[in-house]
């Protein structure tokens, strides 16, 4: 989900016109004395969301604020990992993605005033949960002198947002101007949102379980209007609004284990998300580390390098050195994306590890299949008796090669998975690579979600490195307390 003006520029204005419209009527409540961590990313089909905020009642040990660790489930959806933040006074739950691809967490503000455009394709969400900041005791608005504010309009025009809002020079090089942080723009590949920066009471879960954390003045934005963003996104990039850095995290480090896209409408189990010292201690025996590279035009993004591309047993295909590399604008680099689905690959390299699929692999092709669904290898594979449980080995292994020798083997389904289910004996299996748009804009690959399932990978912050280790997520799960009987 890294930036893209280019795409959306249109939709801003009108985006921040229904922001400001929506807070003309959404009343925020005054400053109240705002006195490792494991989540849990739970696979769910989207219509089983809740449809409205939920007030926790249950009585849970608060933790002081200087807990290490925490661990939080995350819920498997068609295309990302949702993440339940709760937040307010009472407390409001709330599903975001989880996504390292950028900084900022927001919500949905308003169940009625929330206005998504273009999100006819997720018709079901916009039922789901939004925030309401006048039903909490504790939420109020940013001020234009926090450098949150600061921030969200740093790549604002030179007619900087404070000074129209009525901040005085005085005031703003002092920051001492408490006048409310104006609405911001923010957008992402494919979609942006509009609202205004908002504090209020975050609880997260302790690493032991029933016990919570409190982190008052948490920022996020209080979103409005959203353009092909009808869910909330947990930002867990770099910056400084990221939900890894206002938790003091950013330090440390996290990880993750997606389950795969199976559980993906089970509610009774969720992918770890851990987070803190216990993310880089524990069980990293086989854990193999590359190097994070450094972005100094973009530094808030995760990027890492790639050499090459194994397909079975056929020579190793060099990686163009775009993808490990980056010119003087910033573009180049493999991003490695929560928010992406799948794994991006640029022209002519995508090319040439589609060829030497189609020369090792021997099925017959679903041409039609490619066609409706816009992968571009798709296969009849034999199904024997028409048994969902096919031979993932009948299609050749991929490995992707990374700096520092790190050698990561696909888990068999995450290269191709199956299209729907078996019938006449044979399974449709699709290739879930594509290849980059942009050209020579912006990182030159990305290494989505779906290549991640049933990988445990280690941010590693304070060593500036990313560590891979195929393992089953489920059990994985299972012995975090994730599973549900």
């Not at 912006?442 to 500036?464: C, H, T």
């Amino acid at each position: 989900m890294a930036t893209l003006l280019n795409k959306i520029t249109t939709f801003l204005f009108f985006l921040l016109l229904n922001t400001l419209h929506f807070y003309a009527i959404q009343s925020l409540a005054r400053p109240r004395n705002p006195n490792s961590l494991v989540l849990g990313l739970t696979p769910a089909s989207r219509a089983s969301l809740p449809t409205h905020p939920k007030a926790s009642t249950s009585s849970k040990k608060i933790l002081p604020t200087d807990v290490l660790d925490m661990i939080e489930p995350l819920r498997e959806v068609r295309d990302g990992y949702l993440m339940s933040i709760n937040i307010g006074t009472p407390p409001q739950v709330i599903q975001v993605y989880m996504d390292t691809g950028s900084d900022l967490t927001w919500v949905p503000c308003g169940n009625l005033s929330f206005d998504c455009i273009d999100c006819d394709d997720y018709k079901n969400n916009r039922i789901m949960a939004a925030f309401s900041p006048s039903y909490s005791s504790s939420s109020y608005r940013d001020t234009c002198a926090s450098p949150f504010c600061i921030n969200i309009h740093s790549s604002d025009n030179p007619f900087d947002p404070c000074t129209i809002a009525g901040c005085s020079l005085s005031t703003l090089v002092k920051a001492t101007c408490y006048r409310p942080c104006p609405s911001f723009a923010y957008t992402y590949g494919a979609g942006a949102v509009t609202g205004l920066l908002t504090r209020d009471t975050l609880r997260v879960h302790g690493s032991s379980p029933g016990v919570t954390k409190e982190i008052p003045k948490f920022c996020f934005g209080c979103v409005g209007s959203a353009y092909r963003e009808p869910i909330g996104i947990a930002g867990f990039g770099r910056g400084a609004l990221s939900l890894p850095s206002q938790l003091g995290f950013l330090r440390k480090g996290f990880s993750h284990c997606f389950l795969a896209f199976k559980y993906a409408n089970n509610p009774n189990i969720s992918s770890p998300l851990v987070i803190g010292d216990i993310a880089l201690t524990s069980n990293k025996d086989g854990m193999q580390f590359t190097p994070m590279l450094n972005n100094p035009m973009y530094p808030d993004y995760y990027y890492i390098g790639l050499e090459a591309i194994t397909v079975g047993n056929v020579r190793a295909t060099e990686a163009p050195s775009s993808l490990r590399e980056f010119d003087s604008q910033g573009n180049g680099g493999m991003l490695i994306d929560s928010g992406t689905t799948y794994t991006h690959l640029p022209q002519p390299f995508y090319s040439q590890v589609l060829s030497i699929l189609q020369s090792t692999i021997n099925y017959p092709r679903a041409s039609d299949v490619e066609t409706r669904t816009g992968f571009d290898l798709c296969y009849k594979v034999p199904c024997p008796n028409n048994s969902s449980l096919t031979d993932d080995n009948l299609l050749p292994p991929i490995t992707f090669h990374f700096l520092n020798k790190v050698s990561l083997v696909l888990p068999q389904g995450n290269h191709f998975y199956a299209m729907s289910a078996p019938r006449n004996s044979s399974v449709i299996k699709c290739l879930l690579f594509q290849s980059m748009d942009d050209g020579d804009y912006g990182p030159a690959g990305v290494f989505g979600s779906f290549q991640q399932q049933n990988v445990e990978v280690v941010y590693d912050l304070e060593k500036e490195r990313i560590g891979f280790q195929t393992m089953d997520c489920a059990s994985a799960a299972s012995s975090q307390g994730l599973h549900k009987n």
